[in-house]
């Protein structure tokens, strides 16, 4: 992917994109809404042509050889082509018909899908009974019916639980293990960590990092622990306990002791060693996660998402 633009009108929605994805990996896209996400998805799956820059898949590039590209690419997210009045055995049989499958390949392709999303016991359902879950994991069935090298995924787990996502989280991790390329788009810092060989940023248009999951979470700070003490003397004693440990990253606040670390979740585990050690136990404790928002800030100077900056009255802080 090479200087990539794309207007819309007004909207000048990518203003010159490189990334390139290794084959066998997954590769995020992170960004807010308004960033470009789905544009250069739209790009990639050749249902959109880029006003500038180029775009290659397997060597193929998406506006001159986008039949060669289409041929090895399914696209999961708000486009998939699925019919919510048939079953989703139905539909993902339609969709190796309609690729021209002989109808045996079609039908075993069904029920090996539907096995392998845990969807066997809803696959005489139509799709309109199933749950926001059930219809994602189908979504990305769809794209697969034709064994694909490659999957785009358009924020697959948007909006489903932490059940559904861990489990659309599971069947891309054997996807990838079995030699496919993954190309998703994520709102979430975690999804993104959870899933992707490299991340690429993407903010008004422009990759303004690129990196692996660990680099970039090394670079986008820390996990806060917070520890409610009975009182303040409690609070000094603990503070103390984790001066060797958290040297510069220990604060007091009253009867409150906040601990930030670059080791992620993992640091959790010393600092209640430590306070064990000592005798001390807190009575309130919390921890927090670094965000999407705590990444922007880091990389933009700024908190406000892309599509706020066109709503008025949208709150930019550092802008
Ligand atoms: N069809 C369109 N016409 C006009 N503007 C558009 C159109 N599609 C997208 N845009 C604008 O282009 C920019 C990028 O949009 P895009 O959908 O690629 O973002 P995204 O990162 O996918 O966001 P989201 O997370 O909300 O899906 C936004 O400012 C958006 O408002
Ligand atoms: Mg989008």
Not at 190 to 195: F, G, M, N, V
Not at 233 to 239: N, Q, T, Y
Not at 291 to 303: C, I, M, Q, S, V
Request: with cysteine; aromatic share 4%.
């Amino acid at each position: 992917m090479q200087g990539l633009s794309k207007a819309y009108g007004e909207v000048q929605a990518l203003k010159g994109v490189d990334f390139d994805v290794a084959a066998g990996t997954v590769f995020g896209l992170l960004g807010p809404n308004g960033a470009g996400k789905t544009t250069i998805v739209r790009i990639i799956s050749t249902v959109l042509k880029p006003d500038g820059g180029r775009a290659e898949v397997m060597g193929h590039d998406v506006v001159r050889d986008a039949a060669e590209v289409r041929y090895r690419i399914g696209l999961a997210g708000q486009y998939a082509a699925v019919d919510p009045q048939l079953t989703g055995r139905e539909n993902l049989r339609l969709i190796g018909r309609l690729a021209q499958m002989p109808r045996k390949m079609a039908v075993a392709r069904a029920d090996e899908l539907l096995e392998r999303f845990g969807l066997s016991d809803a696959a005489s359902r139509p799709l309109r009974t199933y749950s926001g879950g059930m219809r994602r994991r189908l979504d990305v069935a769809a794209a697969l019916v034709q064994k694909p090298p490659v999957l785009l995924m358009d924020e697959p787990t948007t909006g489903l639980d932490i059940q559904s996502r861990s489990e659309l989280w599971e069947v891309t991790r054997e996807l990838v293990a079995e030699g496919s390329t993954v190309l998703l788009t994520t709102q979430y810092l975690e999804e993104a960590d959870q899933l992707a060989d490299r991340i690429a940023v993407v903010d008004r248009g422009t990759v303004v990092a690129n990196d692996t999951a660990a680099a970039l979470k090394a670079r986008l700070g820390s996990t806060t622990i917070e520890l409610g003490m009975e009182n303040e003397d409690l609070a000094l004693s603990a503070e103390r306990a984790l001066a060797d440990l958290f040297a510069d990253h220990t604060e007091r606040e009253g009867d409150k002791v906040r601990i930030t670390s670059s080791q992620g979740p993992m640091a959790l585990i010393d600092v209640l060693r430590s306070l064990e050690g000592q005798g001390l136990a807190p009575v309130g404790m919390s921890v927090r996660e670094p965000t999407l928002d705590d990444a922007f800030l880091e990389l933009t100077g700024r908190y406000c998402h892309a599509d706020d900056l066109v709503h008025e009255g949208a709150i930019c802080y550092g802008e």
